[in-house]
Nanobody, 113 residues
């Protein structure tokens, strides 16, 4: 599975939409999600969408971020609103299969006050 991520800034600068195109063995994917990492810290879950439709959000993402999945376009997106400086991190899209995880290249998101 291969993943290619990109970002689009919302009008006004307070929101950002990350999108990830998934290719390869798509039928083996159990879940698609987004993680983030800051220097010196472990990579942490932001949100994931399981193939059965279940979604999970980290506490910091609840009410501000929304994950969506388009199976027809093989994409997973993360809409991030009300961004704060503490959201500054490298964001990674992830595909989880029965044989392991595949990661996108990482997208640096910098939020300044």
């Amino acid at each position: 599975v291969q993943l290619q991520a990109s970002g689009r800034l919302g009008a006004g600068g307070g929101s950002l939409r990350l999108s990830c195109v998934v290719s390869g063995s798509i039928n083996r994917i159990n879940a698609l999600g987004w993680y983030r990492q800051t220097p010196g810290m472990e990579r942490e879950l932001v949100s994931l969408n399981a193939s059965g439709g279940t979604t999970r959000y980290a506490d910091f993402a609840k009410g501000r971020f929304a994950i969506s999945r388009d199976n027809a376009k093989n994409t997973v997106s993360l809409q991030m609103n009300s961004l704060q400086p503490e959201d500054t991190a490298v964001y990674y899209c992830n595909a989880r299969t029965i044989v392991g995880d595949s990661w996108g290249q990482g997208t640096l998101v910098t939020v300044s006050s």
